[in-house]
């Protein structure tokens, strides 16, 4: 997803409740703040990642048992460090984007506002790694399909969100010749809406 498409995305997740869609839905839009881990084989030491997203979810004002979920995340890393693939030492930054659908289940504890879920789903994930060793600039993208799980638990009070989310996420690029797996282990807040 292109970074000038960022704003517009969150208008429509923040201000989605006020729509008079949503009139007859229910749902939540929460921020996350939190890490990715990526394959260490693959992608140290660019493994570790600080990680931002926007997560939606809505049903319709029944007993439907699920909700539809559509979210998107985006992480990073900076390392200075020597490879070989950029003729030696360099500056390098590695990006992920992941923007995926799929479904939500929330389970509420009885007499609490407490509410365990699981989710899973489809993913497509862009990634890419730049490098300046000073003279040249080295860069190279790719994007693929895959898998996503997770599970967590919110906290609604009134009608804001707390929680937590744990997630794991599948897919494989191709990055300067190289196979790397692009998913992996997320973990984080999530502060949001429900209505």
Same mark, same amino acid.
């Given at each position: 997803?292109?970074?000038?498409?960022?704003?517009?995305?969150?208008?429509?997740?923040?201000?989605? *409740?006020?729509?008079?869609?949503?009139?007859?839905?229910?749902?939540?839009?929460?921020?996350?703040?939190?890490?990715?881990?990526?394959?260490?084989?693959?992608?140290? *030491?660019?493994?570790?990642?600080?990680?931002?997203?926007?997560?939606?979810?809505?049903?319709?004002?029944?007993?439907?048992?699920?909700?539809?979920?559509?979210?998107?995340?985006?992480?990073?890393?900076?390392?200075?460090?020597?490879?070989?693939?950029?003729?030696?030492?360099?500056?390098?930054?590695?990006?992920?984007?992941?923007?995926?659908?799929?479904?939500?289940?929330?389970? *509420?504890?009885?007499?609490?506002?407490?509410?365990?879920?699981?989710?899973?789903?489809?993913?497509?994930?862009?990634?890419?790694?730049?490098?300046?060793?000073?003279?040249?600039?080295?860069?190279?993208?790719?994007?693929?399909?895959?898998?996503?799980?997770?599970?967590?638990?919110?906290?609604?009070?009134?009608?804001?969100?707390?929680?937590?989310?744990?997630?794991?996420?599948?897919?494989?690029?191709?990055?300067?010749?190289?196979?790397?797996?692009?998913?992996?282990?997320?973990?984080?807040?999530?502060?949001?809406?429900?209505?």
């Amino acid at each position: 997803m292109k970074m000038k498409f960022i704003p517009v995305l969150v208008l429509v997740l923040l201000f989605f *409740p006020a729509s008079g869609f949503a009139a007859g839905w229910t749902g939540n839009v929460n921020g996350f703040l939190g890490a990715k881990s990526l394959d260490e084989d693959d992608w140290e *030491p660019l493994d570790e990642h600080g990680e931002i997203g926007v997560r939606f979810d809505f049903a319709p004002k029944t007993d439907f048992p699920i909700n539809f979920a559509i979210d998107w995340y985006v992480s990073g890393t900076s390392e200075a460090y020597s490879d070989p693939r950029f003729g030696g030492f360099a500056d390098v930054d590695a990006a992920t984007s992941e923007f995926a659908i799929g479904f939500r289940k929330y389970m *509420p504890i009885p007499q609490t506002t407490f509410s365990p879920y699981l989710g899973a789903g489809l993913t497509s994930i862009a990634a890419s790694i730049e490098a300046d060793d000073g003279f040249f600039t080295y860069k190279d993208d790719d994007v693929d399909g895959g898998l996503w799980l997770e599970g967590g638990i919110v906290w609604t009070i009134r009608h804001v969100n707390l929680g937590l989310c744990l997630r794991y996420s599948d897919a494989e690029v191709t990055l300067f010749g190289e196979d790397l797996e692009v998913g992996g282990g997320h973990a984080g807040l999530i502060a949001g809406f429900h209505w």
